[in-house]
């Protein structure tokens, strides 16, 4: 039992690690964008036209995912597993379907999600969330579902309703 309990902290710490890094890439590609907003256009955004913002561009599917799954990191049950795995198939989809994959580094970039997928999957993750491992399969299958769904709702947003900076500044 002391092994295991180890293995679910040294899990959890990997798994928070990844949340964080997602977390933290994305604040920092919306920071770098505000910052070239305010800089090179000299626009200066209210707390409102910066939320708007953060929706034109993303239809506010990419935040509402990353905040899902941190918080399902702290949800104890299944629910909180789903959030997590929802947000690893949803990058594995988007890199699969919107993303163009042009060389091998590309493809190297799909076993990262896989590889936290499989990560998922392991007993004392599990354990720790399901309780039970009865109902792994259903609960993958809920979790590509809705990222796979999510994928595509993004992607059609994102080609039939993309819009430049300059627009997004326009209908701000």
């Known amino acids: 039992m002391h092994k295991q309990s180890k ?39 209210t ?26 990191f702290f949800v104890k049950n299944s629910l909180g597993w789903v959030f997590i795995t929802q947000l690893l198939y949803f990058k594995l989809f988007q890199i699969l379907f919107i993303e163009i994959l042009n060389n091998i580094t590309d493809y190297l970039l799909l076993f990262i999600p896989i590889l936290f997928i499989v990560f998922m999957n392991i007993k004392p993750l599990r354990v720790y969330y399901l309780r039970t491992t009865n109902n792994v399969f259903t609960l993958n299958l809920v979790a590509i579902f809705t990222s796979l769904s999510l994928v595509l709702l993004h992607g059609y947003l994102t080609i039939n309703h993309h819009m430049h900076l300059m627009d997004i500044i326009d209908k701000l």
């Open 47 to 72: 707390w409102l036209k910066t939320i708007k913002f953060i929706f034109y561009p993303t239809y506010l599917i990419i935040p509402s995912m990353l905040v899902l799954a941190v918080i399902g």
């Open 7 to 45: 293995l679910v902290i040294i899990s959890r710490l990997i798994l928070g690690i990844l949340l964080l890094f997602f977390l933290m890439t994305y604040i920092y590609t919306i920071s770098h964008t505000l910052y070239d907003i305010k800089h090179y256009y000299y626009i200066h955004l």
